[in-house]
T-cell receptor
Framework: EPEVTQTPSHQVTQMGQEVILRCVPI?????FYWYRQILGQKVEFLVS????????KSEIFDDQFSVERPDGSNFTLKIRSTKLEDSAMYFC???????????FGQGTRLTVV | AQRVTQPEKLLSVFKGAPVELKCNYS??????LFWYVQYSRQRLQLLLR??SRESIKGFTADLNKGETSFHLKKPFAQEEDSAMYYC???????????FGQGTTLQVKP
């Protein structure tokens, strides 16, 4: 069964450094998403991506964040200058259309020190 | 404002007991609601969605628009049901999900 794959599973970075979180969505899916979950808090929407552009983003998704689908298979989330409060589990998700079920990756735990 | 509320952080029951995980929502249009489950060390996965009105692993959920609720129920809990359960609402035309805080279900033997 196809799965959404995220790498790395855990990343530790120093404050102020750039990080790139990688995701390979399911191949015939059209909509791609990033969510994050700070420890002890709810899963929060960051951004949705469709037809090679951002279709919606949350207030959290400020200028420090960017997304890209560079080669038609990978979907990346870049945080330009990490802050301590960016420490969280980041989930990638994809689906075939707007309303069918979203498939989630296993998550990348980002720790900013 | 669009919001999903799960009032219980932890629900602990004995095997064979009925389970009800509560979910209330706030949404101005016609909501599409889901229950996602995350078993220990596994990824978030869809359990069921209101539009399909199906029963998965013995769980059902009915959308009550009057009470703005979408509670998840199972008549007889099993130990393998122990997991984190998230209620979620699909908002807008991008398919983004708004999640509740999650409820940990602990089924004791």
């Amino acid at each position: 069964e196809p799965e959404v794959t995220q790498t790395p599973s855990h990343q530790v970075t120093q404050m102020g450094q750039e990080v790139i979180l990688r995701c390979v969505p399911i191949s015939n899916h059209l909509y791609f998403y990033w969510y994050r979950q700070i420890l002890g808090q709810k899963v929060e929407f960051l951004v949705s991506f469709y037809n090679n552009e951002i279709s919606e983003k949350s207030e959290i998704f400020d200028d420090q964040f960017s997304v890209e689908r560079p080669d038609g298979s990978n979907f990346t989330l870049k945080i330009r200058s990490t802050k301590l409060e960016d420490s969280a589990m980041y989930f990638c998700a994809s689906n075939r259309g707007q309303y069918p079920e979203a498939f989630f990756g296993q998550g990348t735990r980002l720790t900013v020190v | 404002a669009q919001r999903v509320t799960q009032p219980e952080k932890l629900l602990s029951v004995f095997k064979g007991a009925p389970v009800e995980l509560k979910c209330n929502y706030s949404y101005s249009g016609s909501p599409e609601l889901f229950w996602y489950v995350q078993y220990s060390r596994q990824r978030l996965q869809l359990l069921l969605r209101h539009i399909s009105r199906e029963s998965i692993k013995g769980f059902t959920a009915d959308l009550n628009k009057g009470e703005t609720s979408f509670h998840l129920k199972k008549p007889f809990a099993q130990e393998e049901d122990s997991a984190m359960y998230y209620c979620a609402l699909s908002s807008g035309n991008t398919g983004k999900l708004i999640f509740g805080q999650g409820t940990t279900l602990q089924v004791k033997p």
